[in-house]
């Protein structure tokens, strides 16, 4: 992390509406024994930041030298987000709020960090069925993700939503049907993270319809889930023409070249590459949601 007044940067935020920004370089303070809290953070009379963007200080352990302040809460208008994601040579940021489950009013916001509060954030394009994961192409647009489709926009043009290009659509959404003709009414894991590698192509998560896959022995068949050409549980790997970024789709237009990447992961909603990543000995990384079990402590997710 770096200090406020050289690089703005965010160190995490929170899915419970909230949202914190690793700032400057602060001395340690005493904390008033009641504080005020917000979305569940405790915060005082200190700040943290200066040079415009100085904002209340949380009341977190952090590492010395540096101090976490609030930026947006749930006071300020946020409902379920998701990802945040800083928009090239700008300092405004794309936020993806999904609203909430089993609802259809996801947003994407834009955020200023450095207007009044209350103001840093506005509604750029709405309606949106599950809003997820942020990313910056190759091409350094904004590259967003809803249930079903990834789509491009720009956020600071004076009508958003009148830019959205769509690149892939058609992916497995909340209501599917299985390869062996099951019917799901609302599948468990049907939100998007994806990312790019240096060539362009990008990796989508596809979630498991259901938190596990068991039938009782003898089990005499694989889940179908995770068979076929379109298997949930899986991560899919599309694959842009010559120049690396992905052309406009329309309605009817078929989507990009595909492969199954990976097979049998129920959810994976943490995806990285190295920048040399497809290079030899460069790593693709995923983070796994598995299966629910009773002891909520062990084992411990794995990751690959």
Not at 42 to 67: H, N, T, V, Y
Request: proline fraction near 9%; glycine fraction near 8%.
């Amino acid at each position: 992390m770096t200090k406020v007044d050289t690089v703005l940067s965010f160190h995490r935020w929170r899915i419970r509406t909230t949202l914190a920004i690793a700032a400057a370089f602060c001395s340690s303070l005493a904390w008033s024994a009641e504080p005020a809290r917000r979305s569940g953070y405790a915060i005082g009379s200190e700040q943290c930041g200066s040079r415009g963007l100085s904002f209340p200080r949380l009341k977190i352990d952090m590492k010395k030298g540096f101090c976490a302040g609030l930026v947006l809460s749930e006071e300020d208008g946020l409902r379920f987000p998701r990802s945040i994601v800083q928009i090239p040579g700008h300092e405004q940021f794309v936020i993806s709020d999904m609203g909430g489950w089993n609802r259809s009013d996801g947003r994407m916001l834009l955020l200023d960090p450095r207007a009044a509060e209350g103001r840093r954030i506005n509604e750029v394009v709405t309606d949106l069925e599950y809003p997820f994961g942020l990313a910056i192409g190759p091409d350094k647009k904004v590259y967003a993700s809803t249930a079903e489709t990834i789509f491009r926009f720009d956020p600071l043009a004076a009508d958003p939503k009148s830019t959205i290009e769509t690149i892939i659509h058609g992916l497995p959404g909340r209501r599917i049907a299985l390869p062996d003709g099951t019917k799901v009414a609302e599948s468990s894991h049907s939100l998007k993270h994806f990312i790019f590698d240096k060539t362009g192509r990008i990796f989508v998560n596809v979630g498991s319809h259901s938190d596990d896959c068991i039938t009782k022995p003898p089990i005499t068949k694989p889940c179908p889930a995770g068979e076929g050409s379109s298997p949930l549980a899986s991560i899919w790997m599309f694959t842009p023409p010559s120049g690396g970024v992905f052309p406009a789709l329309r309605p009817n237009d078929p989507n990009p070249p595909r492969e199954i990447y990976a097979r049998g992961l129920r959810n994976s909603m943490a995806l990285a590459v190295h920048p040399r990543f497809p290079d030899a000995g460069y790593a693709f990384l995923q983070g796994e949601n598995a299966r629910d079990l009773p002891d909520i402590f062990k084992p411990n997710e794995e990751s690959m």
